[in-house]
């Protein structure tokens, strides 16, 4: 496995090694020995699966109580992958950053606890699959629109008009009224 830096030192590029042949391929997604070597020492206790349409744009969904970590691919199709550090005190606050996961580039994204997560899919259709380091909790789920001026993420909108998405997303906060993970103190406070 290789651990890729994204400009976020926080969020990971994971790249499996992929074992393929004429009958097709073995790779191991998860290793808990391997991924805490490599800096991600996660307990995950739910996994997800979604299947969304093209131009379909998910999120930017977090949990401000009960944080979700999420180790994040895609089965099928290709999506543009986004995590927003939402952690007051850290020196990416309010920095975005994203990615290309696919079915072909098979890489994974850990997107640590304290991040808001989006996805936009750029095929005909996308399998999105993660792991949680925490329990789904809606009470504590907030929602950042996707669109905020001040993040200025760069989505790869394809087509002519906008990107599909639900009703609570479009009623998403912008993210300078947005609830934020509170400034952590240090060991000397």
Sequence with gaps: MEVISTRIPDVKLIKPKVFGDERGFFM???NARA???AGIDATFVQDNHS???RHTLRGLHYQIRQPQGKLVRVTRGEVFDVAVDLRQGSPTFGQWVGEVLSEKNQLQMWVPPGFAHGFYVMSNSADFQYKCTNFYAPEHERCIRWDDETLGIEWPLQGAGRPIVSAKDKAG????Q??????????AS
């Design 28 to 30: 191991e997604t998860w």
């Design 35 to 37: 991924f805490a070597e």
């Design 51 to 53: 299947r969304s349409v």
């Design 173 to 176: 906060d912008a993210f300078t």
């Design 178 to 187: 947005a609830e934020c993970y509170p400034k952590q103190r240090s060991d």
